[in-house]
Structure formats: C-alpha cells, structure tokens
T-cell receptor, first 115, second 109 residues
Framework: GAVVSQHPSWVICKSGTSVKIECRSLDFQATTMFWYRQFPKQSLMLMATSNEGSKATYEQGVEKDKFLINHASLTLSTLTVTSAHPEDSSFYIC???????????FGQGTRLTVV | QKEVEQNSGPLSVPEGAIASLNCTYSDRVSQSFFWYRQYSGKSPELIMSIYSNGDKEDGRFTAQLNKASQYVSLLIRDSQPSDSATYLCAVIRNNDMRFGAGTRLTVKP
C-alpha cells in the first residue's frame, strides 16, 4: 500500500501550549486527508476532512479554532492543537486518499499527552 | 441509528477456523467500503476495499458487499493467532470516511 508518514509519533506538552502534527503522503498525491481522534478502547472519531487548497470541513462538535487544519499541498496536511488541555490528550491519526474511489491509508498516529 | 454499525464482540474463534465479521451502514449513497485491522496502540492498516456488489478475495480474506441490504462483511479463512486484533469497517460517503466501533477478534491457538 501507499505510504503516509505522520510526525511526531508521540509528544508531551504543557497545558496552554500548541502542538503541530504533520501528515505527509510520500508516494502519492493526497487530494483528501482525514483527521481522526481515538480515545482508549474507542473507535476512530472523524474530526475533519480536508481537500488540498480549500478549507477543512469539521465535524459537529469539533472546534475549528482549536484544531487548526492546513492542507496547503498535495502531500502535506497539518493539524495544530492550540491551547492544549489535558482533555485533548488522545491518539491523533491522519489518513490520506489519492482521489475519489481510491483507498485511504493511515499515518502511524501521534500520541499526544498534555500535562 | 449510527452511520456504520459493527458488533463490538469480542469474537473468539479457534486457530484454523473461519472468522466472520459484519458491518451495516445507514446511508444508501455510500460509495466505497473498507476493512481495516488495528492492533492495540497502533494505527489502522488497510486489509480490503470493495466498491461493487459481490465478493472480493485477497489471500485468506474475502470481503462481501450487498448494497441492497446495506451490508458488508469480511471473512478470514484459516484464522491465525496473529489475526487477533480489532477490525474496523469504514464507509466513504460524499468524500468523508466514517468508521464503525470495531469488532475485537481473538484467535485462540
């Protein structure tokens, strides 16, 4: 399958600071990227869908000013968690898809711990 | 009704048996269907994708799609202990991709 690289794989930050997570498609152009959050023993919850060059579409209940998503190129999307709080601690995973009807591949995930 | 529903399990099968995983979805306009496997603490990995009615086979895995019944399944033949994981059903509808809660599968040696 295609390769999607997510960085960092884990991060610990202080409450009130911001954290940026990168998601890169290494061997294909990702027209669509999905960002998910997963709490322990729960399923993946879609946070937002982003298409290259346009604003992300956020799911209901996800604060767009807190979770900033940028998809400026066909190989890179970033998620910035602003003013992080301990309740934001979770496993954040990106998924990238080449175009409609194609498979979607996941990055390795980022485990965020806010202390 | 949840958009994508799976039996959370756990499902336990003996080594060598067939494991059958089921998924239903609520929106008839859903276009693409996927099965992912997720080991604890890891990111999901794609097992199968299926886009049209019928069966699709890849090695020990067979995906089945029935759009009329809004049902997609995954069969794992000759189950191995290494198949023990959570299996996630995913559906793409209008360019967003949603997941079921996952079914926890345990294959006992």
């Amino acid at each position: 399958g295609a390769v999607v690289s997510q960085h960092p794989s884990w991060v610990i930050c202080k409450s009130g600071t911001s954290v940026k997570i990168e998601c890169r498609s290494l061997d294909f152009q990702a027209t669509t990227m999905f960002w998910y959050r997963q709490f322990p023993k729960q399923s993946l919850m879609l946070m937002a869908t982003s298409n290259e060059g346009s604003k992300a579409t956020y799911e209901q209940g996800v604060e767009k000013d807190k979770f900033l998503i940028n998809h400026a190129s066909l190989t890179l999307s970033t998620l910035t968690v602003t003013s992080a709080h301990p309740e934001d601690s979770s496993f954040y995973i990106c998924s990238a898809r080449a175009n409609r009807g194609r498979d979607a591949f996941f990055g390795q995930g980022t485990r965020l711990t806010v202390v | 009704q949840k958009e994508v529903e799976q039996n959370s399990g756990p499902l336990s099968v003996p080594e060598g048996a067939i494991a059958s995983l089921n998924c239903t979805y609520s929106d008839r306009v859903s276009q693409s269907f996927f099965w992912y496997r997720q080991y604890s603490g890891k990111s999901p990995e794609l097992i199968m994708s299926i886009y049209s009615n019928g069966d699709k086979e890849d090695g020990r895995f067979t995906a089945q799609l029935n759009k009329a019944s809004q049902y997609v399944s995954l069969l794992i033949r000759d189950s191995q202990p290494s198949d023990s994981a959570t299996y996630l059903c995913a559906v793409i509808r209008n360019n967003d991709m949603r997941f079921g809660a996952g079914t926890r599968l345990t294959v006992k040696p």
